[in-house]
């Protein structure tokens, strides 16, 4: 037989899929922390702001990158 010297298959990181969204313009969002449960003390202002997605930090998008390599949505 002859050895297969195919590249290996890349596999979505299924558990930043959940987590993570790419936009179009390659941007990766995110959702806030701590916001599902223990609101009672936090102000308004900050349970509004909680709802809306975040933007990933430069330091860990080349790591976003790998681990959704078809920019997965």
Not at 46 to 71: K, M, N
Request: proline share 1%.
């Amino acid at each position: 037989m002859l050895a297969c010297k195919a590249m290996v298959k890349q596999k979505t990181h299924k558990a930043a899929a959940k987590r993570f969204v790419r936009t179009k313009r390659g941007k990766f969002l995110r959702r806030y922390t701590q916001q599902d449960h223990f609101n009672v003390g936090r102000s308004k202002k900050t349970l509004r702001g909680r709802r809306r997605d975040r933007t990933v930090a430069a330091s860990d998008v080349h790591r976003l990158t790998r681990q959704l390599p078809f920019g997965l949505s």
